[in-house]
Nanobody
Framework: QVQLVESGGDSVQAGGSLRLSCAAS????????MAWFRQAPGTEREAVAT????????RYADSVKGRFTISQDNAKKTLSLQMNSLKPEDTAVYYC????????????????WGQGTQVTVSS
């Protein structure tokens, strides 16, 4: 089992920056893919970015490319999401997710989830 706890959510103005963190505990060594998802009120949860633990290969949703950066420490204990040039449409609850196995993609199921952290961007 892997436990994930997010932090760093806040309210900011458009154009501002935030850095989200996700602390992993338990059997974190079993994790080979981590991701950030988000869900705005009345919408489906969407993938924001994924990162493959072995080589750090990252993928991003088109809506955040060039503005967000996902990173992971070498011990796989902390996942981060640096969010710059924030827009009101980035407002959502952001979730950290993780999964074992060799496949790392936004289109697959993730096994472990955090409780979420709220990000609010005002215009």
């Amino acid at each position: 089992q892997v436990q994930l706890v997010e932090s760093g959510g806040d309210s900011v103005q458009a154009g501002g920056s935030l850095r989200l963190s996700c602390a992993a505990s338990g059997d974190a060594d079993s994790v080979n893919c981590m991701a950030w998802f988000r869900q705005a009120p009345g919408t489906e949860r969407e993938a924001v970015a994924t990162i493959r633990s072995g080589d750090g290969y990252a993928r991003y949703a088109d809506s955040v490319k060039g503005r967000f950066t996902i990173s992971q420490d070498n011990a796989k204990k902390t996942l981060s999401l640096q969010m710059n040039s924030l827009k009101p449409e980035d407002t959502a609850v952001y979730y950290c997710a993780a999964r074992p196995g060799t496949v790392c993609s936004m289109k697959i199921d993730f096994t472990y989830w955090g409780q979420g952290t709220q990000v609010t961007v005002s215009s």
